[in-house]
Every structure is written in C-alpha cells, then in structure tokens.
C-alpha cells in the first residue's frame, strides 16, 4: 500500500534539465521531510537533497547547490527536483526517500522508490 514512485529521468545533454517527480501513494507526503539520493555506479549512495517538514527549509549538497530544486505540491502528493545546468557527473539512479526529518541518514529513511536513471552526456 506505501509506495514512493520515482519519474521524470532520462538521457540528456551536458547543460540541460531534468524534472523528477517523486509520488507517494499510501501515506501523505506532507507529514514528512523528503530526501533525494543518488547512487553513480561503484560509488556509495549519497544524498543531494532534503525537503525538511518542521520548518520547510531545502537542504542541497554543494556538489548541486544553485543547480538543483526542490519543490512540492501537496495536492499532488508529489515532491519534485528540478535539475538544471546538468553535468556527466550527475549522472546516476536517483531515489527519493521519505523520513522523519533531514537530519537522518539513508538508515532513518522509512520509504523509499525504486529510482529513477539519469544519464548526462558531454
């Protein structure tokens, strides 16, 4: 019945954009802080992002910071994250993760989606 679902990736040239949506059926998006994560072949998951619940605060790793946003739409139960100025090394499986709140890491995340491919080319 929970379930996160991850969309909106694909192949794209260095320099253009990407949506991802991330939608929750189940539970309500809201009610909690909404990480997005990435994981490049070989290398360790590592969060990007984090929409925080308690105070509505965006969170960016400096590897995406003035490049990436997060936003939501809560009528749609869905969070977003807007990718912009893409380069190779953002490519990866993203996944979105809902927690209790931003500080927790991969561990403390409750649900997570089944991700979603990015492929930035040169």
């Known amino acids: 019945e929970v379930q996160l679902v991850e969309s909106g990736g694909g192949l794209v040239q260095a320099g253009g954009s990407l949506r991802l949506s991330c939608a929750a059926s189940?539970?309500?998006?809201?009610?909690?802080?909404i990480g997005w994560f990435r994981q490049a072949p070989g290398k360790e998951r590592e969060r990007v992002s984090c929409l925080n619940s308690s105070d509505g605060r965006a969170y960016y790793e400096d590897s995406v910071k003035g490049r990436f946003t997060v936003s939501s739409d809560n009528a749609e139960n869905t969070v977003y994250l807007q990718m912009n100025s893409l380069k190779p090394d953002d490519t990866a499986v993203y996944y979105c993760g809902a927690s209790i709140w931003c500080g927790l890491g991969p561990t403390g995340y409750d649900y997570w989606g089944q991700g979603t491919q990015v492929t930035v080319s040169s």
């Open positions: 189940g539970f309500t998006l809201g009610d909690y802080s």
